[in-house]
């Protein structure tokens, strides 16, 4: 029997945690401003991370991400993409 849970809302810190677990580095030290390409953020970790965040906000464009590099961008990503 399988359980299923649902889906939380996609929070920034679900974000940041998400982004921080990939580059294995503590969600404190990824700063709204920062670009996460500076973090060391690659292309196919960013890909993983929205498809990931995909399943909880549908309808993410994977180019929008690519466009801008900070977690603050980002969100605003999200945030645009939930109310189209």
């Known amino acids: 029997m399988t359980l299923h849970r649902p889906m939380t809302p996609l929070t920034k810190d679900d974000m940041r945690a998400d982004i921080a677990q990939v ?33 909880r906000v549908p309808h993410l464009d994977y180019i929008d991400f690519f466009e801008v590099e900070t977690l603050d961008e980002w969100w605003a990503v999200v945030e645009r993409t939930r109310r189209a």
Request: hydrophobic share 45%; proline share 3%; glycine share 6%.
């Open 23 to 55: 580059l294995d580095v503590a969600p404190e030290s990824i700063a709204d401003g920062d670009s996460l390409l500076d973090h060391g953020l690659d292309s196919l970790r960013a890909m993983d991370l929205v498809t990931r965040w995909e399943a």
